[in-house]
């Protein structure tokens, strides 16, 4: 079966860095994203990846290596509205989102 | 319209009545999808269109149908109801073509059956 792992919580203390991890078993890769969904609304598009390395944008940066099966979203310089669920996608070889069960961060000031 | 609008933002609705979830979109992106979102779950596919006038089954079709007859619109009808279809529906669109077809959620529809 085809399968995304994420820790279910995660804390942090505010101007600190977090890494969430995001492992995967798919029938076929084409792709990784990661959404960030505040509580009640809906999830918003961070990053894509689809070649193994690095992505960065801005404070958040995400990285992909295709054969550990595995990802990471890093937040840098960690803000309160930074609060939220983070959600680990892969596109499978049907083209169709594989759905993590999703991050919740905690952040502490 | 900017983006994705959905209809109704909640609903309470006995079991055995029949809904249509409404879904919207002015970004003339081809693919439209529906999504339930329980806690501890992950998102699962419900129905999903990748052009005006087909639609396909997603991982949880059972209990619910779909049409695209436009671009723009989404329908997703739940013919009779059951408790177990309580959950927050998810409308999205994208554009399918490439490697990053990036998805784009509506606001959502929280919807209890009982």
């Known amino acids: 079966g085809q399968n995304i792992d994420q820790p279910t919580e995660m804390t942090a203390t505010e101007g600190a860095i977090v890494q969430i991890n995001c492992t995967y078993q798919?029938?076929?890769?084409?792709?990784l994203f990661w959404y960030q969904q505040h509580a009640g609304e809906a999830p918003t598009f961070l990053s894509y990846?689809?070649l193994d390395g690095l992505e960065e944008k801005g404070r958040f940066s995400s990285f992909l290596s295709r054969s550990k099966g595995y990802s990471y979203l890093l937040l840098k310089e960690l803000q309160m509205k930074d609060s939220a669920s983070y959600l680990c996608?892969?596109?499978?070889?049907?083209?169709?989102?594989?759905w993590g069960a999703g991050t919740k961060l905690i952040i502490k000031p | 319209i900017a983006g994705i609008t959905q209809a109704p933002t909640s609903q309470i609705l006995a079991a055995g009545r029949r809904m249509t979830l409404r879904c919207t979109q002015d970004?003339?992106?081809?693919?439209m999808y529906w999504y339930r979102q329980d806690l501890g779950l992950g998102l699962r596919l419900i129905h999903y269109?990748?052009?005006?006038?087909?639609?396909g089954k997603g991982e949880v079709p059972d209990g619910y149908s779909v049409s695209r007859a436009n671009t723009d619109d989404f329908p997703l009808t739940l013919a009779s109801a059951v408790p177990s279809q309580t959950s927050v529906y998810f409308c999205?669109?994208?554009?399918?073509?490439?490697?990053?077809?990036?998805?784009?959620f509506g606001p959502g529809t929280r919807l209890t059956v009982l």
């Open positions: 970004m003339r992106h081809n693919a």
């Open positions: 990846n689809v």
């Open positions: 999205a669109s994208s554009w399918l073509a490439g490697d990053q077809d990036t998805q784009y």
């Open positions: 798919t029938s076929g890769f084409n792709g």
């Open positions: 269109s990748n052009t005006a006038g087909t639609t």
């Open positions: 996608a892969v596109k499978d070889s049907n083209y169709q989102l594989i």
